[in-house]
């Protein structure tokens, strides 16, 4: 909340250079937070906004609802702006956008034609996360209220951030690299995707941040995979952690394993350095995955973390082992379900087999669900806890 106050503070300073000039009171803008889109029952778009309602930003706030939903449709995303504003007794102002989402009937559908907008109107900075919603609408999600801070979106990205940097299920993807994704010829695209569970109606009502047990639970879930800008499957939080293993998007990840004892032994797994390299040999491709990260062990159920060379090489053989499994059955996963190259290897042939990618790249998909992709776990113990 102080820090909303402080930018709040800043960016009524920067109003008088707005405009060439002409200054605006803040009370005469109506910021919005958030922009969702759900499928219209009409042609056209359903834009959903979450807007700061400004009564809040006072000292001692009253007991209202600190965000307002707002939705309008039309032809485009500025034809949903343009008609929002219609709607509202202030003019919309989107320096403070910080997330956009898509519902997950949208993303089915496909994401292109919305995201042109956002990387090309000035006035919303291009620091904001996009993300899908999994088994509920945009406008249900963002409806939300939070009993853990009175501005929903923050909290989402929050999660978002903590599953990314904590655990490693989540990815944070801001507006530009969806874009120029979209745009390429062999990138591959994820998001990850947000749920909510319990009393949905319940959690759109400022009461319950007056109870103890909170009626709606927001989660981070799984990541969804797109080919051509539309949604074609998910990954789970386990395939997740494997998928950003391999493209080097891991700060820190836990894996349990089992000890020799009948004992549980907890890992946290950080410092990851992977390394995706390619090679074409006799007109046939392969894909070489290296990846080496420390270890820390953190827990034993049976009370004692050894100091010993033995302890060490099981623990490191059953993170090795259960990682690479991990990392292959995700491999077949997208050969055989997907079908198609999720992991984007196709740019790295594309980079540094040129010419093999350019006499291929009409039949790479069907290539690649037989091609071989080796994969080399390499686990390090740090440290121990003892």
């Known amino acids: 909340m102080k820090k909303f106050k402080i930018f709040i503070l800043i960016l009524v300073s920067a109003l008088g250079l707005y405009g060439c000039g002409s200054k605006q009171d803040i009370n005469e803008l109506i910021f919005i937070s958030a922009i969702g889109f759900d499928k219209s029952e009409n042609d056209g778009f359903k834009m959903i906004a ?98 853990f801070s009175m501005f929903p979106t923050r909290v989402l990205i929050n999660k978002l951030k903590t599953a990314t940097d904590y655990y490693g299920f989540a990815r944070m993807t801001f507006v530009e690299e969806v874009v120029n994704t979209l745009r390429s010829d062999y990138g591959t695209l994820v998001l990850s995707s947000i749920t909510a569970k319990g009393d949905l109606e319940k959690g759109k009502s400022i009461d319950q941040t007056k109870e103890t047990d909170v009626v709606s639970k927001i989660e981070i879930s799984d990541i969804g995979v797109f080919k051509d800008g539309k949604l074609k499957g998910w990954l789970s939080k386990d395939e997740s952690v494997a998928y950003n293993f391999i493209h080097n998007k891991i700060e820190r990840a836990y894996m349990t394993v089992d000890g020799t004892k009948g004992n549980k032994i907890s890992n946290l797994l950080r410092m990851n350095k992977s390394k995706i390299t390619v090679e074409v040999k006799n007109n046939q491709p392969s894909v070489y995955i290296d990846i080496k990260f420390n270890v820390l ?26 990682l690479t499994k991990q990392i292959e059955d ?56 003892v």
Not at 122 to 143: G, P, R
């Open 330 to 385: 995700l491999i077949v996963k997208g050969k055989s379900y997907f079908e198609y190259d999720i992991f984007g290897f196709s740019e790295y042939f594309y980079k540094y087999e040129p010419k093999w990618y350019e006499a291929n790249k009409l039949f790479y998909d069907e290539i690649f669900k037989t091609m071989p992709i080796y994969v080399n776990v390499i686990p390090n113990i740090e440290r121990m806890d």
């Open 50 to 147: 979450q807007i700061v309602n400004n009564n809040v930003l006072v000292p001692d706030p009253p007991q209202i609802t600190p965000v307002v939903i707002v939705t309008s449709e039309g032809e485009t995303v500025l034809d949903c702006l343009v008609n929002l504003n219609n709607l509202l007794p202030n003019r919309t102002y989107m320096i403070n956008l910080q997330m956009v989402v898509f519902s997950e009937e949208v993303a089915k559908e496909g994401i292109n034609e919305y995201m042109h907008f956002f990387v090309n109107f000035s006035e919303a900075q291009h620091e904001y996360n996009v993300v899908i919603t999994k088994d509920i609408s945009a406008e249900d999600l963002m409806s939300q209220i939070s009993v």
């Open 297 to 322: 062990v953190t827990e034993d159920t049976s009370l004692v973390i050894e100091i010993e060379k033995a302890y060490e090489e099981h623990v490191e053989r059953m993170i090795k082992e259960k």
